[in-house]
T-cell receptor, first 114, second 113 residues
């Protein structure tokens, strides 16, 4: 069964600090891995999309890494800001006969405090 | 502006009263899908559509119907809503799930009494 597990479940950090969120998956055959940011009560917004051949991808202060061998990904947030407070969702896509099938993680709830 | 629009954003209804949540996208995307989000469970796919007149069940399709008569619209129908369908619903669309971004709507919060 395809699964995506994220850790930690929740995290509190001080403004200006860095943090790293983890995503482990057992999805196959692997197509791509996505990170989304979801503000409370809003729709998820895409941060990065990584294919099998990509190890690192950045979007401003967000940097995602992918290790397809160990089936792990991380999202590193640099110099955190209050606006980074949100849920971060890892989504892995499997390539099936009917097209891509998405498996969602349950997210990491990040709170950035002064 | 590229967007996915859902209506209504908030709805309180009673058990058994049929309702439809509309979803429209203006990006000419072929792929559209519906999700529900419940605390601790994350996003779960209800139905998806690869193109006009093509729809398939997701992980939690029971109690829901969809249709895709036009490329831009993908309504979610609850024929006889029950309290366990109280949830936050999201519609999403994409040009291609291979490498294309998945755009989400702002969500529809449904309460069934």
């Amino acid at each position: 069964k395809n699964q995506v597990e994220q850790s930690p479940q929740s995290l509190i950090i001080l403004e200006g600090k860095n943090c790293t969120l983890q995503c482990n998956y057992t999805v196959s055959p692997f197509s791509n891995l996505r990170w989304y940011k979801q503000d409370t009560g809003r729709g998820p917004v895409s941060l990065t999309i990584m294919t099998f051949s990509e190890n690192t991808k950045s979007n401003g202060r967000y940097t995602a890494t992918l290790d397809a061998d160990t089936k792990q990904s991380s999202l590193h947030i640099t110099a955190s800001q209050l606006s980074d407070s949100a849920s971060y969702i890892c989504v892995v896509s499997a390539l099936t006969g009917g097209g891509n099938k998405l498996t969602f993680g349950t997210g990491t709830q990040l709170k950035v405090e002064l | 502006e590229a967007q996915v629009t859902q209506n209504p954003r908030y709805l309180i209804t009673v058990t058994g009263k049929k309702l439809t949540v509309t979803c429209s996208q203006n990006m000419n995307h072929e792929y559209m899908s519906w999700y529900r989000q419940d605390p601790g469970l994350g996003l779960r796919q209800i139905y998806y559509s690869m193109n006009v007149e093509v729809t398939d069940k997701g992980d939690v399709p029971e109690g829901y119907k969809v249709s895709r008569k036009e490329k831009r619209n993908f309504p979610l129908i609850l024929e006889s809503p029950s309290p366990n369908q109280t949830s936050l619903y999201f519609c999403a669309s994409s040009l291609s799930l291979n490498t294309g971004e998945l755009f989400f709507g702002e969500g529809s919060r449904l309460t069934v009494l």
